[in-house]
């Protein structure tokens, strides 16, 4: 995948610095929203199959809690690194506030590629990971969430876990849990049912008909894969090229979710898709679409290739995938961009409605988790854009704008300790 060198934790800085003068921050407030509170490095040993031990190293950053506990996804990934996990953790604080759920943000990681790992010595990092983490989360401070590369099994092996030091179920010390031991109905889907929301509603200001408006998916894991359902399913639009981190395929005819997700399922990628012309993760995001989703890792819209971007939206599945000098360009050039912790903040949301659900322990029905998300991101939407009308800015800046004001007000009005 196409990743330069820039920064994403000096890209958020520089962001927040633009935003914080536009809000007439205190120099000081300023830099306390860019700095996260707390960073824990973890080196832990694992147990390989083949009887080796393996020194893995891992991370949780918690960058704000003015608003609520810390809240955010761990990843696996073998280009995790500390300012990556910055930026991430900082990009939750800001998602959290602009859909307006009472947490902070946070975000972990480990460095590692679980695709080349045995299902048992995953376990085995995961489960010792979490316990190097245990001493700064659990329900009242700091609720992991999945994110790249991992899912329901590895939040069933965290919970587990911190669960059998504890002696009692702790539910909700993780959201996107297996439905069987506390997750929400819906939660898998969340984040690609807000970023087909935040789609829709902006395709009903810029006057494009989803149906049949042809859309072009980079990323085909959790994200991508149930965008392409929905969009598809919902609105009936045309999905024509997909691509994973082993590559892509095209058909201007229109690929189908049910068969591309099968043949995924059956050989891992969805690589070689009969009927289809291969695409790369780089020329996928250079097609003349009309709707760009790119579901996947950072910094792959940048100031080199933004200028060839066609399509008329682009919708941030993943987070941080455009470098600031790509959003400047795709500004100039008309092309909405749908930033990040707006639209792919209903992976949060629904974090947030399971977590409601495990502490009152009363499971809501999945049409009443549907409808909340919808309400959440159609609201979130509508703000960001009018604040983007009032003060002439792109919707990343309008959305960064309304975030660190709500946390930054949060942090003024719980004053500084002591
Ligand atoms: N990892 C997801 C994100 O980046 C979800 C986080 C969560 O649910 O806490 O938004």
Known sequence: MACDKANPFENMKKQVDVVGKKLGLEPGVTEVMKNPKRELTVNFPVRMDDGSVRIFT????????????????????????????????????????????PYGGAKGGIIANPKTMSVGEIERMTR???TEISIIIGPEKDIPAPDVNTGGREMAWIMDTISMAKGFAVPGVVTGKPREIGGSLGRPEATSRGLVF????????????????????????????????????????KVIAVTDSKGGIINENGLKYDEVIAHKKK???????????PVTNEEVLELEVDVLLPCALENVLTGENA???????????????????????????????LPDILANAGGVTVSYFEWVQNLYNYAWTEDEVNARLDQKITKAF??????????????????YMLAVDRVAKATQIRGFYP
């Open 128 to 130: 010792r990971y979490a």
């Open 58 to 101: 891992g991370y949780r950053v918690q960058h704000n809690e003015s608003r609520g506990p810390f809240k955010g996804g761990i990843r696996y990934h073998q280009q995790v690194d500390i300012d990556e996990v910055r930026a991430l953790a900082a990009w939750m604080t800001w998602k959290t506030a602009v859909v307006d759920v």
């Open 382 to 399: 509508h703000e960001v854009w009018d604040m983007a009308e009032k003060h002439k800015v792109n919707m990343r800046e309008a959305a």
């Open 198 to 237: 935040a789609v829709r509603e902006a395709a009903k200001k810029t006057g494009l008909d989803l149906k049949g408006a042809t859309v072009a998916i980079q990323g085909y894991g959790n994200v991508g894969s149930f965008a392409h359902k929905l969009i598809e399913r919902d609105f009936g639009s």
């Open 307 to 337: 200028g060839r971007v066609k399509a008329k939206m682009s919708g941030e599945g993943a987070n941080g995938p455009n470098t600031l000098e790509a959003d400047e360009i795709l500004h100039k050039n008309g092309v909405l961009v």
């Open 267 to 277: 050989t891992g990628s969805v690589v070689g898709f009969p009927g289809t012309k």
